[in-house]
Every structure is written in structure tokens, then in C-alpha cells.
């Protein structure tokens, strides 16, 4: 059975950080895409972060560019999405996903549950 865990959401005040990591079974995710998304109260789910199987190529929506940083540990089978300079405008439920396809357009196959990331001002 195929799993995609999130945890490391919080509460954080404006400016501060946060580590997300995800944890992946239930199959070999080593040549997949995987990424973050994240949808806020009474708006679509958005594309977040997203690297390819290697680590080598990643992509970032222009509201997060330059305060996130996304890694993989294949080893693991583990991906992080490292947030800095966090604004309120943040918060969300964030979400994992794994699948083929390319860092731009990606759009995910299997989903996590998503875990909460509350930025206070």
C-alpha cells in the first residue's frame, strides 16, 4: 500500500521557519517526481516545490522562490521542503505528492494527508 506522510507543521510566528519532511512507501519512489502543494482556507490547492529523482532539477512557484528550498534523500525515501522568512500568507495545509512526469507541471500522482503550517503575524 502506497503511503506519503507529512509531518513538521506548526504554528510559527512571521519570519520564522520550518522543516517539512515527507516519508514515502509502499513502493519505489527513487525515480519519481516529488513534491508540495498547498491549498489555504477557501482557495484551490497550488502547486508548491517539486524535484526530479535525482535531486539535480527542482522547480518553485514565484510565491515561495528564494525562502524554500526542497530536498530528497532516496535512501530514505524522504522529502523536505525547508521554509524560511515564513508570512502569513503561508499558512495552509501542505500537502506531498510523488509521480512521473517533469518538476514543471508536475501534478502528482499519489497524495499524502497533508499536515498544517500556521503562520501568525
Known amino acids: 500500500q502506497v503511503q506519503l506522510v507529512e509531518s513538521g507543521g506548526g504554528l510559527v510566528q512571521a519570519g520564522g521557519s520550518l522543516r517539512l519532511s515527507c516519508a514515502a512507501s509502499g513502493r519505489t519512489f527513487s525515480s519519481d517526481v516529488m513534491g508540495w502543494f498547498r491549498q489555504a482556507p477557501g482557495k484551490e490547492r497550488e502547486f508548491v516545490s517539486a524535484?526530479?529523482?535525482?535531486?539535480?532539477?527542482?522547480y518553485y512557484a514565484d510565491s515561495v522562490k528564494g525562502r524554500f528550498t526542497i530536498s530528497r534523500d532516496n535512501v530514505r525515501n524522504t522529502v523536505y521542503l525547508q521554509m524560511n522568512s515564513l508570512k502569513p500568507e503561508d499558512t495552509a495545509v501542505y500537502y506531498c505528492a510523488a509521480g512521473r512526469g517533469t518538476v514543471v507541471g508536475f501534478v502528482g500522482t499519489y497524495w499524502g494527508r497533508g499536515t498544517q503550517v500556521t503562520v501568525s503575524s
Open positions: 524535484i526530479n529523482w535525482s535531486g539535480s532539477s527542482s
